[in-house]
């Protein structure tokens, strides 16, 4: 079993930062990863990162804007998000499994947290 929790989100102005962590416990995974999900659209892809190597994926729409890490001895992955955009609006969530770049890569969620980015 794997439990992930999240914290950080909040209300933002737009080209404001935030920075999302998700605190691990329980077994672990190759791979964990960020997603979002806006009212009334799917859960999407934001950013994934190996766990023992590092490598970093994202979704093009936050390329250079969104930073993706990871603290080993804390069993922490962190989302710092900067120069937020009103779309990047939606509930976040961290999820650990194998990986990729769909939801059904991963087999363990949070509990999400809501990021607001006004205009």
């Known amino acids: 079993q794997m439990q992930l929790v999240e914290s950080g989100g909040g209300l933002v102005q737009a080209g404001g930062s935030l920075r999302l962590s998700c605190a691990a416990s329980?077994?672990?995974?190759?791979?964990l990863g960020w997603f979002r999900q806006a009212p009334g659209k799917e859960r999407e892809f934001v950013a994934r990162?190996?766990?023992?190597?590092?490598?970093?994926y994202y979704t093009a729409s936050v390329k250079g804007r969104f930073t993706i890490s990871r603290d080993n001895a804390k069993n922490t992955v962190y989302l710092q998000m900067n120069s937020l955009k009103p779309e990047d609006t939606a509930v976040y969530y961290c999820?650990?499994?194998?990986?990729?770049?769909?939801?059904?890569?991963?087999?363990?969620w949070g509990q999400g947290t809501q990021v607001t980015v006004s205009s």
């Open positions: 999820a650990a499994g194998g990986g990729g770049n769909y939801p059904q890569g991963y087999y363990y």
């Open positions: 329980g077994r672990t995974f190759n791979t």
């Open positions: 990162i190996g766990w023992s190597i590092g490598t970093t």
